[in-house]
């Protein structure tokens, strides 16, 4: 009996601990609500930007010299090496001119004996006209006085006092003197009234004279080329090629390259997208690859495409390079300030993909809306959009995980 009442008591011990058990099991913990997430976000604003296009380029040098020399004369000296600083007006080599100094001695001999030459001609000509005017007055007197005669002859002739014979040797005396009076007249019109008037001896004069002048356009010749046997540097810059040695003769080749490097250009090269807006006197910001950075200078001059058929243009950068830290053939990033653009302002970063058409804005429910804009322009960390008005709040953080439709929160 009273096993049996212990079996039962534990049996229905053993179903109240079931009960519980079973009662604990399907009981569930309460759930709870995931977290909204929360954003960044700007408010989208009218205003200005100042954008800027960034285009890779090169340094060029202000100026590039090549010195050729016409001279066939060899080196005596050599005075500057590659790299040297020259100053404009410096000797770089100066060429052997004893053979051009003996060929100028010879032209001003030459010039000298013309001289004297053209002084004989002033005096033999003056001597001529003097003597053909003289000439011509002789023979116009004696005509004169034989004319007379023969007028007086004639006369007598009519009156029976002389006879026929005379009179006709009168004629001939008178015949005799006008063809030595023509002869004088044709020889003083050959040799001109004066040395200074046209004639055969004023133009003798001019001949010698002329010769004159063309030694002594010789002798200058000379004297020009003697000058350019010192070679100086047309700049102020550094020597960069020497092609020459004392001794060896410069032929037609280049002996020396100078550049100029104070100031010096910055060549960028962009499309026609790129450099679009660009014009001179725009401001430029210089970076040297793997060097310095933040140059400054100014837009001179915006050159078609360097290829005809390319779409490469080119933006010529001036730049003061006063301390010579740019040096030709550098790697430069540059920027170039454009026009102002002024509308509806957002963050480059609010942008949901690279192309910069679309952003996302929080909605007065706070969910989130992915809607399409166009940019218009940027300067590197604001943008002008079209496609959303002012005020519009916008995730500042494009490329955000979050979805369309989701609800966010951020900081009023």
């Known amino acids: 009996m009273k096993d049996e009442r212990r079996r039962a008591g534990a049996a229905v011990l053993a179903g109240i601990l079931l009960l519980t058990a079973g009662a604990g099991c399907s009981r569930q913990p309460p759930q709870r609500q995931a977290p909204t997430p929360y954003v960044d976000t700007s408010m989208a604003t009218f205003g200005a930007v100042m954008p800027a296009s960034t285009l890779a380029g090169l340094i060029a040098p202000y100026q590039e010299v090549a010195i050729q020399s016409s001279l066939t004369e060899p080196a005596d000296s050599v005075d500057v090496q590659e790299g040297d600083h020259v100053a404009k007006g410096e000797v770089l080599a100066r060429l052997d001119t004893a053979d051009l100094q003996a060929q100028l001695a010879s032209d001003l001999a030459t010039a000298q004996s013309n001289q004297a030459n053209t002084q004989h001609s002033v005096y033999a000509g003056s001597a001529s006209i003097t003597q053909g005017n003289q000439a011509l007055s002789g023979a116009q007197a004696t005509l004169n006085r034989d004319q007379e005669t023969l007028q007086r002859d004639q006369a007598l002739y009519h009156q029976g006092y002389v006879a026929l014979q005379t009179v006709q040797s009168d ?17 003083v019109q050959a040799n001109g009234p004066s040395l200074n ?6 133009s003798t004069v001019e001949q010698a004279r002329a010769q004159v002048a063309v030694a002594l356009a010789q002798a200058q010749q000379i004297r020009v080329q003697i000058s350019k046997a010192v070679i100086v540097s047309p700049i102020d810059g550094i020597v960069v090629n020497r092609n020459l040695n004392p001794g060896e003769y410069p032929g037609n080749r280049q002996i020396f ?12 090269r962009g499309s026609a997208q790129q450099i679009e807006g660009i014009s001179a006197g725009s401001n430029a910001t210089i970076s040297v690859v793997g060097g310095k950075s933040n140059l400054t200078g100014q837009v001179v001059g915006v ?49 949901t993909d690279d192309n910069h058409d679309s952003v996302q804005i929080v909605q ?4 989130v809306k992915t809607v399409k804009v166009t940019e218009l322009a940027n300067d590197g960390a604001t943008s002008v959009v079209t496609g959303i008005s002012s005020g519009t709040r916008v995730v500042s953080n494009g490329q955000s ?7 966010v929160s951020y900081k009023q």
């Open 364 to 367: 007065p429910d706070s969910t």
């Open 197 to 202: 008037a046209p004639g055969m001896q004023s």
């Open 171 to 187: 004629q001939a005396t008178v015949r005799n003197d006008q063809s030595n009076v023509r002869s004088a007249q044709a020889t």
């Open 257 to 268: 390259t100078l550049q100029q490097v104070k100031p010096a250009y910055a060549i960028l």
């Open 303 to 351: 050159l078609n495409e360097i290829q005809p058929g390319s779409t490469q243009f080119q933006v010529k950068i001036l730049m003061p390079n006063q301390d010579e830290s740019l040096r030709p053939g550098m790697a430069i990033q540059g920027s170039v300030r454009l026009p102002s653009v002024r509308g509806v302002r957002i963050p480059v970063t609010a942008f």
């Open 401 to 407: 995980s979050i979805g369309d439709g989701e609800k």
